[in-house]
């Protein structure tokens, strides 16, 4: 079958029956001060689906999530949203695209000098000035109820285990209803069985949202867990996509030694 060609985004359209993936990354390229830190990854995420990427530190996994929310810029390559090249895109473009993303960062990066309420109420504040006061208020307590932390809320972050800031910093990243779920690291830090909770929340969180997800980590048995895709970086490229059960049965030395160490 011929490719057909979209000449308004002058790229090769879908074929029939294939959705527009919610985020197309295309041959991207960034380097610092000459360290090359990505090296032409192509991924593409659909609505409904978790793709989690992996690889040992350093191999520019938190780089790439910074690309994907417009932190910064890359060399070459492109990152398309619905189908919308978001690179070069005026700041008020790319401002009601972000809405659409929640990120938690590796950190969770709560402020520090805002309750557990406040933190997740931020967004909110920013963004949902059509909300009233209790309107809020209200938002804030179903999506605290909804990570487990509706008896925390005036809790400070400090007063609170590593867990739990995890789920306060998932409840934000909900607050205004995003289509796109980027998490760097959900379990970094957790013991196994607070991973493990964690896990289970974003599964659960997926399961009800159909929301098109990247996590970073390099936990492969969280990996494993929570995405259906799984795509392996090593120096900057994707050394193997696919299915937990394709990299069990991959021939590649790096794929292999990946396996065994994690
Ligand atoms: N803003 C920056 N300036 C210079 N170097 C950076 C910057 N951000 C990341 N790097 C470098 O890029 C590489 C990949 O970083 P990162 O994406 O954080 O790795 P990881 O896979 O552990 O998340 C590292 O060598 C890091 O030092
Ligand atoms: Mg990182």
Same mark, same amino acid.
């Given at each position: +079958?011929?490719?057909?060609?979209?000449? #308004?985004?002058?790229?090769?359209?879908?074929?029939?029956?294939?959705?527009?993936?919610?985020?197309?990354?295309?041959?991207?390229?960034?380097? *610092?001060?000459?360290?090359?830190?990505?090296?032409?990854?192509?991924?593409?995420?659909?609505?409904?689906?978790?793709?989690? &990427?992996?690889?040992?530190?350093?191999?520019?996994?938190?780089?790439?999530?910074?690309?994907?929310?417009?932190?910064?810029?890359?060399?070459?390559?492109?990152?398309?949203?619905?189908?919308?090249?978001?690179?070069?895109?005026?700041?008020? %473009?790319?401002?009601?695209?972000?809405?659409?993303?929640? *990120?938690?960062?590796?950190?969770?990066?709560?402020?520090?000098?805002?309750?557990?309420?406040?933190? &997740?109420? *931020?967004?909110?504040?920013?963004?949902?000035?059509?909300?009233?006061?209790? =309107?809020?208020?209200?938002?804030?307590?179903?999506?605290?109820?909804?990570?487990?932390?509706?008896?925390?809320?005036?809790? +400070?972050?400090?007063?609170?285990?590593?867990?739990?800031?995890?789920?306060?910093?998932?409840? %934000?990243?909900?607050?205004?209803?995003?289509?796109?779920?980027?998490?760097?690291?959900?379990? #970094?830090?957790?013991?196994?069985?607070?991973?493990?909770?964690?896990? =289970?929340?974003?599964?659960?969180?997926? %399961?009800?949202?159909?929301?098109?997800?990247?996590?970073?980590?390099?936990?492969?048995?969280?990996?494993?867990?929570? #995405?259906?895709?799984?795509?392996?970086?090593?120096?900057?490229?994707?050394?193997?996509?696919?299915?937990?059960?394709?990299?069990?049965?991959?021939?590649?030395?790096?794929?292999?030694?990946?396996?065994?160490?994690?």
């Amino acid at each position: +079958m011929a490719t057909t060609y979209d000449i #308004a985004t002058k790229q090769a359209a879908p074929k029939q029956g294939s959705p527009v993936p919610v985020i197309a990354v295309e041959n991207l390229y960034k380097s *610092f001060a000459g360290h090359k830190v990505l090296n032409g990854v192509t991924l593409r995420v659909n609505q409904g689906e978790t793709l989690a &990427v992996l690889g040992r530190s350093g191999t520019g996994k938190s780089v790439l999530l910074r690309l994907i929310i417009g932190l910064e810029t890359p060399d070459s390559g492109s990152i398309s949203i619905h189908g919308q090249n978001i690179l070069g895109l005026a700041l008020d %473009r790319m401002g009601a695209i972000r809405k659409k993303m929640g *990120f938690l960062f590796q950190q969770s990066a709560l402020y520090d000098s805002l309750t557990v309420q406040e933190n &997740v109420a *931020f967004p909110l504040e920013h963004h949902r000035r059509d909300m009233s006061r209790s =309107e809020r208020s209200d938002r804030v307590r179903q999506l605290l109820a909804e990570v487990g932390m509706e008896g925390d809320l005036e809790k +400070m972050p400090s007063d609170i285990s590593g867990g739990m800031q995890k789920r306060v910093g998932l409840a %934000r990243a909900l607050a205004l209803e995003p289509e796109i779920l980027l998490l760097d690291e959900p379990t #970094a830090g957790l013991d196994p069985i607070s991973s493990g909770e964690i896990d =289970e929340l974003i599964l659960k969180l997926q %399961r009800e949202r159909r929301m098109a997800s990247v996590v970073v980590t390099h936990d492969l048995h969280s990996a494993k867990t929570i #995405a259906g895709h799984l795509a392996l970086l090593n120096e900057g490229d994707v050394v193997i996509e696919g299915t937990f059960d394709d990299l069990q049965h991959s021939d590649i030395e790096f794929v292999k030694e990946f396996l065994q160490q994690s």
